[in-house]
């Protein structure tokens, strides 16, 4: 999720699940090979385990790509063949390249060849209004050819002209089945199903047919539902967390980044919807957006954000 899941943001998640994977924003294979690679490829080691999310088409330039994410540590590379927007179609990749599974094919190989590390495909299950399950049949078995085992796959069509990015991900109707029908096909392959789900029961009804699910705003939004994540799907104990701690450690990784000169406003804006569902959340969520507050330290602001939110639940 472009200007979403950075650094700061994944720091977030993993305090609240260690055992979720978690994926990098869709990094350009341009701004790797010609522009501030450190900027983009950066993370803290708790992060783990990491996937790049790429964003190309020329198999030499993936594949440097590829190489970059490895010798930074990363754990999976992830070719992004979902994304509908109109900037990313003007550089040929994202969404349109399923309509292009032999050009996909010949990138995932070239990336198998340059690194080590698994390289999984990210995709739709169609574009545009050709709704043939064949389509998408065809496009994983071309490409898992190339050596792609695993498919993470948004249940939705990409319309490629007419809708914008957010109109993608409610307007085209979402066809879980047909993301059940691959992983009956390509019993083989491992597919995780990505788009529309919610709760806990409808991931466990979900992982009765594929291998895997990816929550995306979801999470961002309601990011405390991490914290059951690992009691819930992975059989882990209860860690225990509480949302005061959690924002606690934040500040303290808000004062690290200051001394990089990181504004605690570019890492707060990820832990709005912190205390969601809780009374008085509004009024905290106010505090830490409120620009006038930019001066002053983040732990203050998480004073003042607490004190917000006690005066609510005393109201």
Request: proline share 4%; glycine share 8%; hydrophobic share 40%.
């Amino acid at each position: 999720m472009m200007d979403w899941t950075d650094r700061h943001c994944r720091y977030l998640h993993r305090l609240l699940s260690k055992r979720a994977r978690l994926y990098t924003e869709m990094v350009t294979t341009g701004v790797l090979l010609h522009g501030d690679v450190p900027r983009h490829l950066d993370f803290n080691e708790v992060e783990h385990p990491l996937a790049l999310q790429l964003g190309g088409s020329e198999p030499a330039d993936l594949a440097r790509s590829a190489r970059l994410g490895e010798q930074w540590g990363y754990d999976e590379i992830n070719l992004n063949c979902g994304c509908p927007s109109e900037r990313v179609q003007r550089g040929a990749f994202g969404a349109c390249l399923m309509a292009e599974p032999a050009t996909v094919a010949d990138g995932v190989k070239a990336m198998r060849d340059a690194v080590s590390l698994p390289v999984t495909v990210k995709h739709r299950i169609g574009i545009d209004r050709v709704e043939s399950y064949a389509f998408v049949r065809d496009f994983v078995g071309q490409v898992s050819e190339a050596g792609c085992q695993t498919f993470i796959v948004h249940a939705r069509n990409a319309w490629l002209q007419g809708l914008s990015p957010k109109e993608n991900r409610q307007i085209p109707p979402l066809r879980h089945e047909l993301v059940h029908r691959l992983k009956h096909d390509f019993p083989a392959l491992i597919i995780a199903i990505n788009g529309g789900l919610t709760s806990a029961e409808q991931v466990h009804t979900q992982l009765q047919s594929v291998d895997g699910v990816m929550i995306g705003r979801q999470a961002y939004h309601q990011p405390w539902w991490l914290a059951s994540w690992d009691a819930e799907f992975f059989g882990l104990a209860d860690p225990g967390l509480n949302r005061d701690e959690v924002e606690d450690t934040m500040v303290e990784y808000m004062e690290r980044q200051a001394l990089n000169g990181v504004p605690w406003s570019m890492v707060a804006r990820h832990m709005l919807g912190l205390r969601h569902g809780q009374t008085g959340s509004r009024r905290w969520r106010q505090v830490w957006s409120d620009h006038r507050l930019k001066g002053e330290a983040p732990r203050r602001v998480s004073q003042l954000a607490r004190a917000a939110m006690q005066a609510a639940v005393l109201a």
